[in-house]
Structure formats: structure tokens, C-alpha cells
């Protein structure tokens, strides 16, 4: 078990390295970097002009192989050791499924160009892969009880919630992602209004603008979604410490993730606030996808 433990610690780690990296990428404009060569750069092992886009682009698809062969072996193992608990080949599955759907988007937009909207399905690909990974990962330290979650009873309407809240934050996701690919980070100078001085003129906006505030909004609706779900879980489950916790864990992740949303204005696309803003999510994401294994162990334990 210290083997699949360690494989599962690292292909946590490095899937984050993942997602920050073509946040990275994406960032600095650095897709092409390699030119429509791949997974060679401009059809050249060693290339021989070497600039910083192309040592990012470059950088970019070998965590990502790197990575993608310690999933694939994660996957592997989990399935032939511990294959009998109820989630982990399902989960083995969707973890590599979804880390080569995502390397399959990213060549095929090297090669053949795609549209942005198309474009920005990768990050959330990326983050199913993630969150995928850190739930195996989790189920494979309960086998000797490092911590032990099973008993935790989650009622049914608050079951619905979760699932809700996860497929809407997938979303708005994708429009954080829309953002960053139509380069429409900047459309709007203000915050928390595109124009502080005329917030509802909305005559005025053009398509980014649109994407831009409809992203604001789409994320302030998780923001009160989650403080929400905090005071119903405080009330709900006094005396369950990892309720408890775990949503005091989501309000603050939603709080700096809100904060970030803003500074990333202010600072006019800050590239260390920018990937500071992917983390956060990607970690929001982590821990509802954990709530959500709970949510589904519950529904199997109590047919209420």
C-alpha cells in the first residue's frame, strides 16, 4: 500500500500542476509556442530557437505526459488492489478518461486551431481529471482508517443541494474559462460593476463584456450558494466535526476565490493572481467532488 499511497499522493499533485500550467499557458498566450507541430516542438525534438512561449508550451506537455503515465498507473493499481470498494474503478476510469480527453483537445487545437468556446472546456476536463484523482486518493488512505468518513449521514435535500451546486460550479467554470480564452479578463475596468459609475448601462456592452459580467455574476451565485449551504450545515450538523469543517474550508476558498476574482481586475491580469484564481477553484472543486462521494454513500446507506 506505501507504493499506491505514493502514486496517489503525486498524480494529486502533479494534476494540479496540470491545471496550473495551461492556466500558465493560456495566461501568457503561449499555445502556439510550438507552432501546429505536435508532440514535437516545430517538428523538432531538441528545437533550435528557443523563446519563453515555447519553454512554457513545452514545459506545459511534458508535466502533462509525465503526469498522464502516473494516473494511467494509479488507475491501474487501484483497480487490481483495491478494485472492490465501490467507487474506485469508476474513478479510475474518469481520472485517465478525462486527462487524455483533455490532452486530445490540446493537440487537436495545436494542429487544427479551435474555437475558443471549444477551447474552454479544457480547464474543466482538466479538473474532472483532478478531482477524480484526489477522491481515489482519499479512498485509498481510509482503507487503514488514517481518517475515517464512512459513518458521516448526509440527509437527502441536502444531497440534492450538493449535486446542484457541483454541476452549476462545472459552468461557471466554463465561463471563467471563456473569459481567459476571448481575452475578455479586461473588458471591464471596474469591479464589481464592468462600469462603476453606470452600472446598469448594459447598451453599452459588446460580447465581452457580456462574458465578462456574466462570469462575475455566475460566480457570485456560487459565493451565496455556498455561505448558504455553511449555515444550513451549521445548523443541520452541529455535532459532526467534518461537516463542520469542510464547509468552513468552502466558505473560505469561495471568499479568497471572490477576492482574487477582483484583484485580478485591479492588478490588470496579475499573472501570479490569475493562477492563484485557478488553484483556488480547482481546490473548491476538490473538496465538493469529496462531499459529493459522501452524498452518494449516504444515498446507497439510507433509501430515505
Known amino acids: ?13 502533479g494534476m494540479l500542476l496540470v491545471l496550473l ?8 498566450g503561449s499555445g502556439m509556442g510550438c507552432g501546429q507541430s505536435w508532440p514535437l516542438c516545430h517538428g523538432q525534438l531538441i528545437p533550435s530557437s528557443i ?9 506545459h506537455r511534458l508535466v502533462s505526459g509525465g503526469v498522464g503515465l502516473f494516473v494511467l498507473a494509479l488507475a491501474i493499481l487501484s483497480w487490481r488492489r483495491v478494485g ?17 480527453a483533455q490532452g486530445l483537445i490540446g493537440a487537436a487545437a495545436v494542429k487544427w486551431g479551435q474555437s475558443d468556446f471549444v477551447l474552454a472546456m479544457h480547464f474543466g476536463i482538466s479538473l474532472v481529471s483532478f478531482s477524480a484523482v484526489l477522491l ?34 462545472l459552468l461557471v467554470v466554463y465561463t471563467g474559462a471563456l473569459v481567459r480564452h476571448t481575452n475578455s479578463s479586461m473588458a471591464c475596468m471596474d469591479w464589481p460593476f464592468c462600469y462603476n459609475r453606470s452600472p446598469f448601462d448594459f447598451s453599452s456592452y459588446g460580447i465581452y463584456q457580456w462574458i465578462q459580467m456574466g462570469h462575475r455574476l455566475a460566480a ?43 484583484f485580478v481586475i485591479i492588478t490588470y491580469v496579475h499573472l ?33
Open 1 to 13: 500500500m506505501k507504493l499506491l499511497k505514493g502514486l496517489a499522493v503525486l498524480s494529486t499533485f
Open 21 to 28: 500550467g495551461g492556466a500558465l499557458v493560456t495566461k501568457t
Open 272 to 304: 501570479i493572481v490569475a493562477l492563484l484564481h485557478a488553484l483556488v477553484i480547482s481546490l473548491y472543486v476538490g473538496l465538493l467532488s469529496y462531499f459529493l462521494l459522501l452524498s452518494s454513500r449516504s444515498a446507497k446507506k439510507h433509501k430515505d
Open 51 to 59: 523563446n519563453l512561449e515555447l519553454i512554457i508550451e513545452l514545459s
Open 136 to 169: 481515489l486518493t482519499l479512498i485509498i488512505f481510509e482503507i487503514d482508517k488514517k481518517f475515517d468518513a464512512d459513518s458521516v449521514y448526509i440527509k437527502k435535500d441536502l444531497r440534492i443541494q450538493f449535486y446542484g451546486l457541483i454541476s452549476y460550479v
Open 220 to 262: 457570485g451565485m456560487v459565493f451565496i450558494w455556498t455561505i448558504y449551504l455553511f449555515i444550513k450545515v451549521l445548523r443541520e450538523y452541529k455535532d459532526d466535526l467534518l461537516m463542520r469543517t469542510g464547509w468552513l474550508i468552502a466558505v473560505i476558498l469561495m471568499i479568497v476565490q471572490v477576492a482574487l476574482g477582483a
Open 84 to 100: 472492490h470498494i465501490r467507487e474506485v474503478k469508476f474513478l479510475s476510469f474518469l481520472a485517465f478518461f478525462f486527462l487524455l
